[in-house]
């Protein structure tokens, strides 16, 4: 088990899922895409957590995010876990579950952490970009379920800052002031960000969200 960091290429690998066989970098395509384990089916925070996903394919689609879940599990219990979750939270699965049997994912993504649990994925969550490069690397233990509304906002951050001079501040969401990158010399700004700047402190400048009309 290598580990992963921030700016490595997504290990690339073949498994079964509840749609099929996918090979990952293929199944990816050229658009983003989310890897997320979680412990094990027929479980009720992870129903929860799947269901959410489900409800939220739009925002994903907006984004060009693909979705793809894991589990220990295999395709059948995956098939009727699916059901369960369908019925209890209104929705329709849409997205395909990894059945990682022998955790050859789950080893190759560091998914299990042995002193909280030995056999099952901890909720592990990689964001991966156009270039098949992990740009965020996010893990809840078994207790905990995710935030997806903050799932979608790295997300807005991550597309935004890939293509603008910018990073964006604490509790930014969509639409907020960004900060212009220390990199970027205060004579280019204007030219750079035309719907004007201000400067808090030399090495704090701030700036409208530059990819909003
Ligand atoms: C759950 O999804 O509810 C869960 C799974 C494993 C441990 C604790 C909770």
Redesign the pocket.
């Known amino acids: 088990m290598a580990t992963i960091r921030l700016g490595d290429v997504a290990p690339n690998f073949t498994a079964q899922s509840s749609e099929g066989q996918i090979n990952f970098h293929d199944w990816l395509g050229d658009g983003w895409g989310i890897l997320f384990s ?3 089916d027929y ?5 929860t ?1 799947l269901g959410t996903v489900a409800k939220y394919k739009s925002e994903f689609d907006k984004r060009n995010v693909k979705v793809v879940a894991l589990s220990v599990d295999g395709v059948e219990s995956h098939k009727g876990w699916i059901n369960d979750i369908n019925e209890t939270q209104n929705t329709t699965v849409n997205f395909p579950i990894i059945a990682d049997e022998d955790r050859k994912v789950s080893e190759l993504y560091d998914m299990i952490h042995p002193n909280a649990d030995s056999k ?1 994925t901890v909720r592990s969550v990689f964001v991966i970009d156009p270039d098949k490069k992990v740009k965020l690397i996010i893990t809840y233990p ?2 905990t ?1 995710r935030n997806f509304d903050e799932l979608l906002r790295v997300i807005d951050s991550l597309q935004l800052t890939a293509y603008h001079k910018v990073a964006t501040p604490a509790n930014w969401n969509n639409g907020d002031d960004c900060v212009i990158v220390p990199a970027v010399a205060d004579k280019d700004i204007p030219e750079l960000f035309p719907k004007g700047h201000k400067v808090v402190k030399p090495y704090l400048r701030t700036t409208p969200q530059p990819n909003l009309d």
């Open positions: 979680h412990p094990a479980t009720p925070v992870c129903t957590e099952l078994a207790s379920g």
